[in-house]
Structure formats: structure tokens, C-alpha cells
């Protein structure tokens, strides 16, 4: 079992729909978790990072972890064709000194 | 503008040939990752660095993969012999540390014929 799980999609939805993007890691210790965007032919750019459980909001996008789930969510409100890119949840491990390590993303296509 | 920078952005290589990747960390960063992206298995870690010291490199197969980091402003991911099985996308990434955001270059995509 991979540490942090991701559906790889894809996901299609019309412009202006809430779009709920979803991890589970495996490792109860986990205490930071980032969401990476990842437009076409690009590097993954840090989005959103949060620390231990609850909500971060900014903007349009809310980071929520359920630590008692082992879940990570992100959502996009009011979602734009330019949302359209593959999402990547990342943990740095347990301690935090640990490389990321990745799920495999989740490619979102906003349709205008 | 600090970013990090990879060379080549595209190899096309055939399989035997020796490949080698080049990448330049943003100033001030002591923490270098090397990451290989498939469809399949998404981004794998290969090998990462702490101020140029090589920290883990258990992701790399041994045998034909190198990494090595010959100055502060260089590191370098070599594979020799190249195999059709080693196409993908090669991410360079460096961060302040281990548990702060990682800044990725644009990649090198690898095809191996």
C-alpha cells in the first residue's frame, strides 16, 4: 500500500461547479499535507499546505484533513477552465523530515 | 526570478546511449530532489541531497542510474545504459528543507527508442 493514495481520475465538470478533489494516507503520524497543481508539460507548483486537522481556506480553495479518517480534501469553489490541471496531494512523512512523497494526482477538466 | 532550471527540456535518446540531466537549484536551497513522473506511478522519488551530500538514493536502480551534485549550483541524474523502460518525466526540485515547500523545474522528458 502506497502511503498516500489518490484517485487518478480523470474528472470532468461544467465552470462554476464545486469540484471535491480526496487522499487517504496510510500513516497516522502524517501531520503536514500539501496540495500541488500540476498544469500540462509543467512542473507541480505548491498550492495549498496545512498542518495537522481542520480548514484552510484561500480564495476559492479549502484544504480539510481528517486525521481521525486519514483523509485529505481539497475543494474548489465557483471552479474556472484555468482549474483545469492535475492535482497532487503530499505529505512529507511523519516526522516532516522526509521527502514529499506524492499521490498520483487527480486530472480535473473544467468545461466553460 | 527564482526558479529552478533543468536541461534538456526534451531527450530523445536510443536505448544503450548514455543520458544525462542537469539541473540548477534555486540559490540558497541545500535540499535537492531528483523525481521521475509515469502515468502509472505517478512521481517517484529517485534520489535527494543535503547540502551536496547524497541523502537517500534507494529509489534509483543502482546499476545504471547516478546522481550527483558537483557544486551548489548543480546536480546531475545520469543513466547509462538507457532502456525504453526509462521514459518519463524528470522533475528537479529544491527547498529551503525537507518539510517546506519544494520548488519543481519544468522537467526533462525522457523517450528512450
Known amino acids: 500500500q502506497k502511503e498516500v493514495e489518490q484517485d487518478p481520475g480523470p474528472l470532468s465538470v461544467p465552470e462554476g461547479a464545486i469540484v471535491s478533489l480526496n487522499c487517504t494516507y496510510s500513516?497516522?503520524?502524517?501531520?503536514?499535507f500539501m496540495w500541488y497543481r500540476q498544469y500540462s508539460r509543467k512542473g507541480p507548483e505548491l498550492l495549498m499546505y496545512?498542518?495537522?486537522?481542520g480548514n484552510k481556506e484561500d480564495g476559492r480553495f479549502t484544504a480539510q484533513v481528517d486525521k481521525s479518517s486519514k483523509y485529505i480534501s481539497l475543494f474548489i469553489r465557483d471552479s474556472q477552465p484555468s482549474d483545469s490541471a492535475t492535482y497532487l496531494c503530499?505529505?512529507?512523512?511523519?516526522?516532516?523530515?522526509?521527502?514529499?512523497?506524492f499521490g498520483k494526482g487527480t486530472r480535473l477538466s473544467v468545461i466553460a | 526570478d527564482a526558479r529552478v532550471t533543468q536541461t534538456p527540456r526534451h531527450k530523445v535518446t536510443e536505448m544503450g546511449q548514455e543520458v544525462t540531466m542537469r539541473c540548477q537549484p534555486i540559490?540558497?536551497?541545500?535540499?535537492v530532489f531528483w523525481y521521475r513522473q509515469t502515468m502509472m506511478q505517478g512521481l517517484e522519488l529517485l534520489a535527494y541531497?543535503?547540502?551536496?551530500?547524497?541523502?537517500?538514493d534507494s529509489g534509483m536502480p543502482k546499476d545504471r542510474f547516478s546522481a550527483e551534485m558537483p557544486d551548489a549550483t548543480l546536480a546531475t541524474l545520469k543513466i547509462q545504459p538507457s532502456e525504453p523502460r526509462d521514459s518519463a518525466v524528470y522533475f528537479c526540485?529544491?527547498?529551503?528543507?525537507?518539510?517546506?515547500?519544494?520548488?519543481f523545474g519544468q522537467g526533462t522528458r525522457l523517450t528512450v527508442v
Open positions: 503530499a505529505s512529507p512523512g511523519p516526522s516532516g523530515n522526509t521527502p514529499l512523497v
Open positions: 500513516n497516522s503520524a502524517f501531520q503536514y
Open positions: 496545512t498542518y495537522s486537522s
Open positions: 540559490l540558497g536551497h541545500n535540499t
Open positions: 541531497f543535503r547540502n551536496r551530500a547524497p541523502l537517500d
Open positions: 526540485a529544491s527547498a529551503p528543507g525537507l518539510n517546506t515547500e519544494a520548488f
